[in-house]
């Protein structure tokens, strides 16, 4: 009964190529977000949707697109891989965003993401 | 949300309590003081936050000075299972604030049998 998942785990793959992670949270969070953590161990924000909307879109280029089909997933396609697009994506979820409430994240295991 | 500074690095007995400090001194009065910790090769796992008054829970204790520039997280019985990287967090709550976490380096915690 894991509370956010994230599929899959490793993803090795060729310059050019497109994939998808995929996020699914069982907490009946409105919010999700996906993050990056590059090679020198820096977390960075790149999206969040609140209820399937986008709320936050970080200057991610654009060869990443967001999806969130219901508010339990929030799925990220990249396309054109590049070689600094390797990295682990970690997906996250709260209970609301940003109304004047304290929440907390829970993050998912991450995914591996290596471009070669 | 204000920036905030740790050292980089700390160890710690095992047993012993763990007293992770954070400077932020730029914090404004609407500003919430959040830790995260991250375990090697797992996603951050939130521990505790406060806004002024010291915060306990079954994981940590959160101790914030009354001028609240700066706080201490603390691990009364550190065990290695507490060997991570801890963040210190400062963000706003309100309609017009989304809900993003800003990551800075963190402390990285050495529990040492």
């Known amino acids: 009964d894991t509370a956010v998942s994230q599929t899959p785990k490793y993803l090795v793959t060729q310059m050019g190529n497109d994939k998808s992670i995929k996020c699914e949270q069982n907490?009946?969070?409105?919010?999700m977000y996906w993050y990056k953590q590059d090679s020198k161990k820096f977390l960075k924000i790149m999206f969040s949707?609140?209820?399937?909307?986008?709320?936050i879109n970080e200057t991610v280029p654009n060869r990443f697109s967001p999806k969130s089909p219901d508010k339990a997933h929030l799925n990220l396609h990249i396309n054109s891989l590049e070689l600094g697009d390797s990295a682990v994506y970690f997906c996250?979820?709260?209970?609301?965003?940003?109304?004047?409430?304290?929440?907390?994240?829970?993050f998912g295991p991450g995914t591996r993401l290596t471009v070669l | 949300d204000a920036k905030t500074t740790q050292p980089p690095s700390m160890d710690c007995a095992e047993g012993r309590a763990a007293n992770l400090p954070c400077n932020h001194s730029?914090?404004?009065?609407?500003?919430?003081v959040y830790w995260y910790r991250q375990i090697h090769s797992q996603g951050p796992q939130y521990i505790i936050h406060?806004?002024?008054n010291n915060e306990t829970n079954e994981m940590a204790s959160l101790i914030i000075t009354e001028d609240r520039k700066s706080s201490t997280l603390i691990l009364p019985h550190a065990t290695l299972r507490d060997t991570a990287v801890y963040y210190c967090?400062?963000?706003?709550?309100?309609?017009?604030?989304?809900?993003?976490?800003?990551f800075g380096q963190g402390t990285t915690l050495q529990v040492k049998p």
């Open positions: 907490l009946g969070h409105d919010t």
């Open positions: 730029t914090i404004s009065g609407n500003e919430y």
């Open positions: 967090i400062v963000r706003g709550h309100g309609s017009g604030n989304t809900g993003k976490l800003i």
């Open positions: 996250a979820s709260s209970p609301r965003g940003g109304l004047p409430v304290s929440n907390e994240q829970f």
């Open positions: 949707y609140n209820n399937k909307e986008l709320i």
């Open positions: 406060g806004l002024k």
